[in-house]
């Protein structure tokens, strides 16, 4: 079967004029791969489709030309035949088995008498008359079946039907599939043009720094309110925590809640209950009053429990547009300074803050967006300053295959 189009100079079907590979036109052949691949599969997977329609339309026209009920009658003979041969070739020859040969010759020539309509007919002619003998040999069956050689052109006109069918079926369904892929290049090259002007030189790595000073200045802090506060100091925090909207903090679950504010053993840090919840009854009961309470309390809840962490409380990188960073730090330094009496977290949220009033905190923050949301590729597309051209490129491919696939679809 055909192979498709590859490679410069590929000549347009449509059109007939030769056109460059959809990769090389505009320089784009320098691409990284995986810019070009999907462009140039779609393109290749359209024109092998063209050809395979091509191909199966010849093949179609030339049995409508000669009736293919006619050509299916003419091999369904000519197959009834080779199977009386292959039947009786031991058997019939020589003067061994009579009743054989009587049989094989009536059956033969039943195969062989085929009506004036049918193609090839002296070729199942001559295919009888090699075997219409009183004694037959080996010889006389390989000369009916080289009589019967003349048919096997319609049954390859048969078979190459039902191979080009297959063939047809399988590149128009890799041609659609290529085409989902090429479209989704095509978004992802949308999503690139639209930061396209943004500066990535610009250094974005001092908006990162504040942004990694602040997250391990409140993660020292927090972990150490943790370790040593009580678990009472610990609820009390995640309570305050509602205040204030734009830091998310899971709260207890309301038994684990009662059990911490009512027990003594709430006075004990988070740590210590967990480590209590691990203990035997026996062994716990040397440390608290209600080991039954503590066991149906803080041991079921564990899981939640060590979803404690200082998550909430952290910056995320890249860091917020400026307004909405702005208030987040507001309700931060609230609630980091009931954590802790060092200034470091706060410090560093102040020195973040007064980036954020600054103009060029916009350009860092989007140099920072594109960094971490582009790929490598994507940012060479965008320092070459291409990105438009391989989307316009992409865009014509996208077209030319949707043209395709409508010009060779079938009922």
């Given at each position: 079967m055909s192979t498709g189009e590859s490679g410069e100079g590929a000549e347009d079907k449509r059109t007939g004029d030769k056109t460059s590979h959809p990769a090389a036109k505009s320089g784009l052949s320098s691409l990284p791969d995986e810019v070009t691949k999907p462009i140039t599969q779609a393109a290749e997977s359209a024109a092998e489709l063209r050809e395979e329609y091509e191909e199966l339309r010849e093949i179609e026209t030339r049995l409508l030309r000669l009736g293919e009920a006619r050509v299916e009658e003419t091999v369904d003979a000519y197959r009834r035949a080779g199977r009386v041969l292959d039947?009786?070739?031991d058997t019939a020859i020589g003067s061994g088995d009579f009743a054989s040969y009587v049989e094989f010759r009536s059956k033969f020539e039943a195969a062989?008498?085929?009506?004036?309509?049918?193609?090839?007919?002296?070729a199942f002619e001559r295919a009888n008359e090699a075997v219409d003998k009183r004694r037959l040999n080996e010889g006389d069956f390989a000369n009916a079946r080289d009589a019967l050689g003349n048919v096997e052109e319609y049954l390859a006109l048969l078979e190459n039907r039902d191979t080009a069918r297959e063939t047809y079926r399988i590149t128009r369904k890799n041609t659609k599939d290529a085409l989902g892929e090429l479209t989704n290049h095509i978004n992802s090259l949308e999503r690139t043009a639209e930061m396209s002007d943004i500066d990535l030189s610009a250094p974005a790595g001092e908006l990162e720094n504040l942004v990694i000073e602040y997250n391990e200045a409140v993660t020292e802090a927090f972990e150490t309110f943790k370790r040593d506060a009580s678990a009472r100091e610990l609820f009390d925090f995640l309570d305050t925590c509602q205040r204030y909207p734009l830091v998310t903090v899971?709260?207890?679950?309301?038994?684990?809640?009662?059990?911490?504010?009512s027990r003594p053993a709430g006075k004990e840090p988070l740590p210590e209950l967990l480590e209590y919840a691990d203990y035997?009854?026996?062994k716990l009961q040397h440390y608290i009053d209600d080991p039954g309470a503590l066991r149906t309390t803080v041991a079921v809840h564990q899981t939640y429990l060590d979803r404690i962490v200082v998550d909430p409380l952290t910056l995320e990188w890249p860091s917020p547009p400026a307004a909405e960073c702005?208030?987040?730090i507001r309700e931060l330094i609230s609630l980091v300074s009931r954590l802790t009496d060092d200034p470091d977290p706060v410090v560093a949220l102040r020195e973040l803050r007064s980036l954020t009033r600054e103009q060029r905190y916009g350009t860092l923050r989007q140099t920072a967006v594109a960094q971490t949301?582009?790929?490598?590729?994507?940012?060479?597309?965008?320092a070459a300053g291409v990105v438009g051209e391989v989307r316009a490129r992409a865009r014509e491919t996208r077209q030319l295959v949707e043209d395709i696939l409508a010009e060779t679809a079938r009922e």
């Amino acid at each position: 079967m055909s192979t498709g189009e590859s490679g410069e100079g590929a000549e347009d079907k449509r059109t007939g004029d030769k056109t460059s590979h959809p990769a090389a036109k505009s320089g784009l052949s320098s691409l990284p791969d995986e810019v070009t691949k999907p462009i140039t599969q779609a393109a290749e997977s359209a024109a092998e489709l063209r050809e395979e329609y091509e191909e199966l339309r010849e093949i179609e026209t030339r049995l409508l030309r000669l009736g293919e009920a006619r050509v299916e009658e003419t091999v369904d003979a000519y197959r009834r035949a080779g199977r009386v041969l292959d039947r009786y070739d031991d058997t019939a020859i020589g003067s061994g088995d009579f009743a054989s040969y009587v049989e094989f010759r009536s059956k033969f020539e039943a195969a062989t008498t085929v009506d004036e309509d049918t193609l090839a007919t002296d070729a199942f002619e001559r295919a009888n008359e090699a075997v219409d003998k009183r004694r037959l040999n080996e010889g006389d069956f390989a000369n009916a079946r080289d009589a019967l050689g003349n048919v096997e052109e319609y049954l390859a006109l048969l078979e190459n039907r039902d191979t080009a069918r297959e063939t047809y079926r399988i590149t128009r369904k890799n041609t659609k599939d290529a085409l989902g892929e090429l479209t989704n290049h095509i978004n992802s090259l949308e999503r690139t043009a639209e930061m396209s002007d943004i500066d990535l030189s610009a250094p974005a790595g001092e908006l990162e720094n504040l942004v990694i000073e602040y997250n391990e200045a409140v993660t020292e802090a927090f972990e150490t309110f943790k370790r040593d506060a009580s678990a009472r100091e610990l609820f009390d925090f995640l309570d305050t925590c509602q205040r204030y909207p734009l830091v998310t903090v899971d709260q207890p679950p309301r038994e684990l809640s009662e059990y911490v504010f009512s027990r003594p053993a709430g006075k004990e840090p988070l740590p210590e209950l967990l480590e209590y919840a691990d203990y035997s009854p026996d062994k716990l009961q040397h440390y608290i009053d209600d080991p039954g309470a503590l066991r149906t309390t803080v041991a079921v809840h564990q899981t939640y429990l060590d979803r404690i962490v200082v998550d909430p409380l952290t910056l995320e990188w890249p860091s917020p547009p400026a307004a909405e960073c702005r208030y987040l730090i507001r309700e931060l330094i609230s609630l980091v300074s009931r954590l802790t009496d060092d200034p470091d977290p706060v410090v560093a949220l102040r020195e973040l803050r007064s980036l954020t009033r600054e103009q060029r905190y916009g350009t860092l923050r989007q140099t920072a967006v594109a960094q971490t949301t582009l790929s490598d590729t994507e940012q060479v597309l965008i320092a070459a300053g291409v990105v438009g051209e391989v989307r316009a490129r992409a865009r014509e491919t996208r077209q030319l295959v949707e043209d395709i696939l409508a010009e060779t679809a079938r009922e």
